[in-house]
């Protein structure tokens, strides 16, 4: 269980409801703020990364167990934060899941070797496609994909002819 009231935690509003403050509550004090849990829409999104977990994968019939990243990617969505915790494996077998992130981050570039620099995560920003994904028959957002970084400036970036309007 995480800090976001379910064991994914993807989809929590993350508003503080307590006039800003932040921290340790006392026994009676007062209490307003309720979960709020937000579906995305599918579709593509900015995004930052607020941070992430280290933690390890028990393993399963197709992964070994493993060192994990649980990074969390937090989408603005009509004024309100959505955080996903997006999972990922530290093995061989999901490599390129891994540089499709470092890529998406803009810390990996196409083809090119990359030590990865989990001190470089937080903060770093990109666009990701999230979809959503039924567990347990509950309905809960997942990122289908990061995009590359550098090819999204690209494709943002308009030809640019001096004079021409």
Same mark, same amino acid.
């Given at each position: ?62 992964? @070994? ?8 990617? *937090?989408?603005? =969505? $009509? /004024? ?41 995560? @937080? ?8 979809? *959503?994904?039924? =567990? $347990? /028959? ?12 550098d090819e999204i400036v690209q494709a943002q970036t308009p030809n640019y002819n001096p004079g021409q309007f």
């Amino acid at each position: 269980m995480d800090n976001f009231g379910n064991s994914y935690g993807n989809g929590y509003g993350n508003v503080n409801g307590n006039n800003g403050f932040d921290g340790e509550l006392g026994w009676e004090d007062t209490i307003q703020k309720e979960q709020e849990f937000i579906i995305l829409p599918p579709g593509d999104y900015d995004f930052t990364i607020d941070g992430f977990d280290r933690a390890r994968f028990n393993g399963s019939e197709k992964m @070994p167990a493993c060192n994990q990243a649980i990074v969390h990617v *937090t989408i603005n =969505y $009509n /004024g309100s934060k959505v955080v996903i915790n997006h999972r990922l494996n530290l093995h061989t077998r999901s490599e390129s899941f891994l540089s499709e992130f470092f890529r998406g981050i803009g810390l990996k570039k196409k083809n090119e070797p990359l030590r990865m620099n989990w001190n470089a995560v @937080p903060g770093a920003t990109g666009r990701c496609k999230v979809g *959503t994904r039924v =567990y $347990n /028959g509950n309905e809960y957002n997942e990122i289908k994909k990061f995009y590359p970084k550098d090819e999204i400036v690209q494709a943002q970036t308009p030809n640019y002819n001096p004079g021409q309007f």
